[in-house]
């Protein structure tokens, strides 16, 4: 049994490690995109950007590893099923039952990796991404400004341009600025052949200060510029204010135990729900796993994706519900997880039962007659 056991376990974590790595390909590509849309645009200094993700890892792990299992038990069993692996293990005397607690003892280790991200790793991960969105909030226009890049900056109303950018960012080769008017109207542009930081120790203000260039002042589409040659030009740099930049994922678990706030109940709820899914979907799983030789490998993995996606969908309803005050929190998303886990095992024990009371009926109709 003991060799059995392993190759089962074996052959489960080998599709969810396959599943999981190719959805979290997926997922964090998207958000790292989304990142870096946000460097083009100077909003986050590109540097950041895999420091942001690998702090985002275990976030992304919490949601993708139940979902990798629950698809790695159903490609898993479901090719044993076709390959008749299964009719064989059945033949050998492993019953539902040891199949079962067999796939349960392995997904315990998945549980324990999901709930130590979804109650310590992840919020202390967005806990760090939290600090470097707050850092790039403070950060001036000069240090998210990219070599050979058109950037529309914190200033809102300005496009900056720089063909070098020394690496202590510093000073500044080629470097062309155009802004709107205070009016609104009139567009004015710079052009300078360098430009370096200047730092006022008393105000603590920074100012660019530009060296050999032309400023030119005027409203597009008419003749009346106005041209003004410079050895040496400054401008105000602006800073980004800090605001009030807070990650609700970031909050600790045990600053949620000490809240009363319903949207932080919500949320240790929500945090608590993510380990438990993992049992219950591994009970769904092995049941739904079950396919006819002839109907084809993938041919239960449709119904047992509306199954999953259900369960997390209604997840999602009731946090909402309980952050908005409509649920009870006694009640909380435990009603959710009640719900399918009848569902799982009544799939699992419920044919047997139902047969054996049929059996049971159909033997004393017998002794009667």
């Not at 850092?135 to 914190?154: C, I, V």
């Not at 959710?336 to 049971?360: D, M, N, S, Y």
Request: aromatic letters at 10%.
């Amino acid at each position: 049994m003991s060799i059995i056991f392993r190759y089962l376990i074996r052959q489960t974590m080998v599709s969810m490690i396959a599943v999981s790595g190719i959805l979290l390909l997926v997922f964090m590509s998207g958000r790292f995109l989304k990142y870096l849309a946000g460097a083009a645009e100077g909003k986050i200094a590109p540097g950041v950007l895999f420091e942001i993700m690998a702090y985002r890892f275990p976030g992304f792990l919490e949601l993708i590893l139940p979902l990798g299992l629950f698809i790695g038990i159903l490609l898993a069993y479901g090719r044993m099923y076709l390959e008749s692996e299964m009719t064989v293990l059945y033949a050998c005397g492993v019953s539902d039952r040891q199949l079962l607690s067999k796939t349960l003892v392995g997904s315990l280790v998945v549980m324990l990796v999901v709930g130590s991200m979804s109650l310590v790793v992840s919020p202390w991960g967005m806990t760090q991404v939290e600090k470097i969105f707050v850092e790039q909030a403070k950060a001036t226009e000069f240090e998210m400004l990219a070599p050979g890049r058109f950037q529309k900056l914190l200033s809102g109303g300005r496009v900056t341009y720089t063909e070098s950018l020394s690496d202590d960012k510093r000073r500044l080769e080629g470097v062309f600025i155009a802004e709107y008017g205070r009016d609104g109207t009139g567009v004015s542009i710079i052009a300078a052949d360098s430009g370096s930081q200047l730092i006022d120790e008393e105000t603590g203000s920074r100012f660019l200060i530009l060296e050999n260039g032309a400023r030119f002042d005027g409203v597009p589409g008419k003749l009346d510029y106005q041209i003004t040659g410079f050895e040496a030009y400054g401008l105000k740099i602006r800073s980004g204010s800090s605001g009030d930049i807070e990650l609700e994922e970031g909050v600790s678990t045990g600053q949620l135990m000490r809240s009363d706030d319903p949207r932080d109940r919500a949320l240790l709820h929500w945090r608590f729900s993510l380990p438990l899914i993992v049992p219950i979907v591994t009970l769904l799983a092995v049941r739904l796993s079950r396919v006819n030789p002839r109907q084809g490998r993938f041919f239960h993995l449709l119904p047992a994706m509306l199954v999953y996606v259900a369960y997390l969908g209604l997840l999602i309803v009731a946090r909402d519900a309980m952050a908005e005050g409509k649920v009870p929190e006694w009640l909380g998303m435990l009603w959710v997880h009640t719900i399918f886990l009848t569902l799982g095992l009544w799939l699992q024990f419920g044919p047997a039962w139902l047969h054996k009371k049929r059996v049971k009926r159909e033997g004393v109709a017998n002794a009667q007659n």
